[in-house]
């Protein structure tokens, strides 16, 4: 569990360093057409009531797995699935002009079980478009990137639509340098789903972050 302490001065970070950003792509989705959400308080992919109003514990966060916490272990890896293609472009956006779908915004930190962080890391995902396909033949959102010198990626995309016998999810392939290759896939908060879905891992929920336009999930990756 995360401390108040903990929550305020790594949340405070990340939005300093994004939500200049976020209105900037955000303004980029709308540029390019994209069915752009604006959401509110009382939205389902908002940080989760929890307790009671005024209480400390309305700090509290999804259990997605931080390093640092008590329980930094190793990102689990999942299942690949049976639609991932490989030589990805590179690229941070898989946005195209036209594209229907909820602008979003993924970001984080590829680190190492010293809570170090992986420059140079591998961070490739692929996802369903709006209508729960995958493509199959081209590289539509699928593509790759490197983490910057503090670990750091982000990419932009639309949330992924939902198919059949699956909650709302993202593939993703994460690499240190010459490194093993995990294989994942990242969820979100409150989506009923989750709960019927057998490959489902609650410790790879995204922390969902305040946005002007769209959706944005965060999350960190911990690699051996
Ligand atoms: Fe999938």
């Known amino acids: 569990m995360k401390t108040p302490q903990r929550f305020s001065r790594r949340d405070f970070l990340h939005l300093l360093l994004l939500a200049p950003v976020s209105g900037l792509l955000a303004a980029c989705g709308r540029a390019l057409g994209l069915e752009v959400a604006t959401l509110g308080p009382s939205d389902p992919v908002g940080p989760s009531p929890t307790a009671e109003p005024g209480t400390a514990a309305t700090l509290t966060l999804p259990p997605t797995p931080a390093c640092g916490d008590d329980d930094d272990e190793p990102t689990v890896a999942q299942t690949q699935g049976?639609?991932?293609?490989?030589?990805?472009?590179?690229?941070?956006?898989?946005?195209?002009?036209?594209?229907?779908?909820?602008?979003m915004l993924v970001s984080g930190?590829?680190?190492?079980t010293d809570c170090q962080p992986i420059p140079g890391a591998l961070v490739d995902f692929w996802h369903a478009d709006a209508d729960g396909i995958y493509d199959n033949v081209g590289f539509r959102l699928r593509?790759?990137?490197?983490?910057?010198?503090?670990g750091r990626y982000q990419l932009e995309t639309i949330m992924p639509g939902l198919y059949p016998?699956?909650?709302?999810?993202?593939?993703?392939?994460?690499?240190?340098?010459?490194?093993?290759?995990?294989?994942?896939?990242?969820?979100?908060?409150?989506e009923a789903d989750n709960a019927r879905d057998g490959i489902f891992d609650e410790r790879l929920l995204m922390t969902m972050l305040p946005a002007e336009n769209g959706v944005h999930g965060e999350f960190d990756f911990v690699l051996e």
């Open 82 to 103: 049976p639609f991932f293609t490989p030589n990805s472009p590179q690229r941070a956006s898989l946005l195209e002009a036209g594209m229907p779908g909820v602008y």
């Open 165 to 190: 016998g699956r909650t709302r999810h993202f593939h993703v392939k994460v690499q240190r340098p010459n490194g093993v290759v995990l294989t994942t896939q990242l969820y979100f908060p409150d």
């Open 143 to 150: 593509g790759h990137q490197f983490a910057d010198e503090q």
């Open 109 to 112: 930190q590829v680190l190492g």
